[in-house]
């Protein structure tokens, strides 16, 4: 099993960027995915999460409004779209993959998820 983001990078303050999270070796149908993110010294944080049918979404506070998560279960990848950004969304973000019959469930509960990809950076700065 084995989830890869990508589309990070350096951004404006108010610019946007599209972090995609692709699964291999397993169909995300099956899955809750959430974006995680942490920043040196902190905890990850939960910031955005979806369920299997795609039906059922949250984010944390910070970014209600600005962030969006979608997916697309036939290219198996689920999409983070990020408008608006800040300074503080600076960090390392992470895709995180869960399995559970119940096709409305969402969760940003860390413990929940068993199979995590290795992070992009996304630094907003002038």
């Known amino acids: 099993l084995q989830l890869v983001e990508s589309g990070g990078g350096l951004v404006q303050p108010g610019g946007s960027l599209r972090l995609s999270c692709e699964a291999s070796g397993f169909t995300l149908d099956d899955y809750i995915v959430g974006w995680f993110r942490q920043v040196p010294g902190k905890e990850r944080e939960g910031v955005s999460c979806i369920s299997r049918s795609g039906g059922t979404t949250n984010y944390v506070g910070s970014v209600k409004g600005r962030f969006t998560i979608s997916r697309d279960n036939a290219k198996n990848t689920v999409y983070l779209q990020m408008n608006s950004l800040k300074p503080e969304d600076t960090a390392v973000y992470y895709c995180?993959?869960?399995?559970?019959?119940?096709?409305?469930?969402?969760?940003?509960?860390?413990?929940?998820?068993?199979?995590w990809g290795q992070g992009t950076q996304v630094t907003v700065s002038s």
């Open positions: 995180a993959a869960a399995r559970t019959i119940v096709s409305t469930m969402c969760t940003m509960v860390r413990p929940f998820f068993d199979s």
